[in-house]
Structures are given as C-alpha cells and as structure tokens.
C-alpha cells in the first residue's frame, strides 16, 4: 500500500497527526523486525540444508519515508556487475534462480568477498542445485571448480557448505565426471577434521553420491579402513552416512576383496547388537548380506591368513564374536532386522 507525500501548506494539526503516525510505525516496525527475528533466527543450524538468509531493510519510498518526510538512510549493500544488490540475489527463490543469476552469484565467490557473504551465496547455491536443470547450468559456467577450490578455504563454514553445494551438484551424473578429481581432498578433510563435526558429514554425503554407481568406487579403495574406523567412533549420524557408502561399495563384487582384505577394528563386531541403532544395526546387516554375497566367489581363505585383523578375520575368523552375537539378533522386535540375520544366517 502506497501513501502520497503530504502537501507543504498543511497546518499544525496535520503536522502533528504525521508525527504520530510516524512513532506509531515506528514502534509497530520494531516490533515487527523483534517477531520477525524470534521465529526465523534459530533452529536452523545443523540441519543439512539451510535455507537461504533473508535481509530486511528499509527502501526509499517505504510507507516510513512517505509518511515522516524525512529521507531514510539506506543499508550498504554490494552491488552485482549488474547492478543487482547482493541481498536481492540471496533472497530469490532457488527455483526462480535464472542463468545468469547462477553467474552473478559464482562471481560473488572470489577472495575479496567476505566470510558471511561467500556463505549465504554457497547455500543458494546449494539449494538451487537441488534442481537438475541448475546442476547443468553451473557445471558449464564453470561453477564445480569455482565452488571445488573453496575445500581449501580456511574457513570452516566456507569449507562446510561449499561441500553442501558439490553434495547437490554431484547428484548429475555429469558432474561426477568433473568431480571426481576432488574425491581425494574430500577423503583428506574427512580423515582429518573433527569426529561428528558437519564438515566430516558433508564430505561424506558427497562421497556417498559418489559411490552410487561403480564408476569412481576405485577412488575410495584406500579409505575403506578409515571408513570401518569411523563406523566404530562415530554418532548415529555419521555411522549411517558410513554405511550408505559401505553399503554402496559391498554391491560392486569387484570391491568385495577389497573391503575383506581391510584392516578392521575389532570392535566392530559390538554393533551386532540389540541396542545398537535400528537403523544403523539393518544397515550393517545389510552391509555384511552384501558380503556374504561373494564371498564364495573371494579367496577368503587365503585373505585370513594374510591378515588378522583383516575385516573377513574380525567377521568370520574362528574367534570371531560375529558368531555368537548374530543369532541373538533373531529375537529384535524389528521384521527387517530379522530378515537380514536370516539372510545371513543361510
């Protein structure tokens, strides 16, 4: 709703009916900004995917402006090459991102931007990459390398959700193809950054797309024991983001040997439990039938006697706990569980 600016010949009376106005929009626009910051500031971190942030400001010829007379100072804001503001870019829709919308915001990625606003432009970039015909349009501006050389920010979060948006990206089979060369990196900041922390759970997730088909699995060969390790230390979280990749790799019998000559922790075998995570237990189950599966096409024989502490000895060594402890899991209350045991067990 748009109000007229009051004529220059008003009396007194009008003059103090604008000043009123103006302390009651005022008040009301405080309130306003305090509610709107109360519902929208918290709850969203952690989450996998955060929605882009929204700034709100004030605008020459707002209902303010109109009302007081009185110019408003206006919020420094970046401008795009053209002549778009930054805040503008990061508070559209990601299904209404256009081509050149993708550039504006890739440009917005280079060192001399700061901290906050590289974040903001890799989370929507990030969610507009959730749409496939987005995936394409960044992959041929260029935009997989732009976001991959940000693994090395020092930054956490610019390294959190630049993995985030490559997680999107690496969904276009397409992609992969490209990002495949970052694979290597990733599986270094999973091995070294903080255990649970959201950096190890992005690089994960992206590793996972990564692994869904047979093409780049090889990458991950060397890291199969840093993955078991993980498996044995982390939160819920990371062990199932654990599994989907190990999941991935035991369905190619070309990585069976692989994983079964794999140094293994021994405590592994602890997971085959009923307390264990429902989720986490059927997909270590799952894993394991996925083993079974070729085993009798592997060598497994002569893999124990290579190793003992080899992931084939932890599991199927003859003094291996699995054997005792996999039976027991007959009796858990879920059907899918049972179903996976018995898999096993015949």
């Given at each position: 709703m748009f109000i007229n600016n009051m004529g220059d010949d008003e009396g007194a009376a009008s003059k103090l009916f604008n000043t009123k106005v103006l302390l009651g929009l005022v008040a009301g626009a405080g309130f306003s900004y305090g509610l709107y910051k109360l519902i929208f500031s918290g709850g969203n971190h952690g989450t996998k995917r955060e929605d882009a942030a929204w700034n709100i400001s004030m605008q020459p010829g707002s209902l303010l402006e109109r009302v007081s007379g009185l110019p408003l100072v206006q919020e420094k804001c970046d401008l795009t090459p053209n002549g778009s503001s930054t805040d503008e870019l990061l508070s559209k829709s990601p299904d209404s991102l256009e081509p050149h919308h993708l550039e504006m915001l890739l440009s917005l990625l280079q060192p001399n931007h700061d901290t906050s606003a590289r974040i903001q432009v890799l989370v929507?970039?990030?969610?507009?990459?959730?749409?496939?015909?987005?995936?394409?349009?960044?992959?041929?501006?260029?935009?997989?390398?732009?976001?991959?050389?940000?693994?090395?920010?020092?930054?956490?979060?610019?390294?959190?959700?630049?993995?985030?948006?490559?997680?999107?990206?690496?969904?276009?089979?397409?992609?992969?193809?490209?990002?495949?060369?970052?694979?290597?990196?990733?599986l270094g900041i999973i091995e070294t950054s903080p255990l649970n922390s959201d950096l190890q759970l992005a690089g994960l997730r992206m590793l996972t797309n990564m692994s869904v088909t047979n093409n780049y699995q090889y990458i991950m060969k060397s890291s199969i024991t840093l993955f078991l390790s993980l498996l044995v230390v982390g939160n819920v979280a990371l062990q199932i983001q654990v599994l989907k990749i190990l999941v991935n790799l035991s369905a190619n019998p070309d990585m069976v040997e692989d994983i079964l000559r794999s140094q293994a922790p021994v405590s592994l075998v602890l997971l085959f439990d009923c307390c264990t995570n429902t989720e986490v237990l059927l997909r270590v189950l799952t894993f394991v039938g996925n083993l079974k599966d070729w085993t009798t096409s592997t060598h497994v024989t002569d893999i124990l006697k290579l190793s003992k502490d080899s992931l084939c000895s932890v599991l199927y060594g003859d003094s291996s706990e699995f054997h005792q402890r996999l039976p027991l899991l007959l009796s858990h209350p879920d059907g899918q569980v049972k179903k996976q045991v018995a898999k096993i067990m015949t």
């Open positions: 929507t970039l990030s969610n507009s990459a959730a749409f496939s015909v987005n995936q394409d349009y960044i992959r041929k501006m260029g935009g997989l390398q732009v976001i991959g050389n940000l693994l090395s920010d020092p930054a956490f979060d610019v390294r959190v959700q630049a993995l985030n948006a490559l997680n999107n990206l690496s969904m276009n089979v397409t992609n992969q193809e490209q990002l495949k060369v970052y694979a290597g990196q990733v």
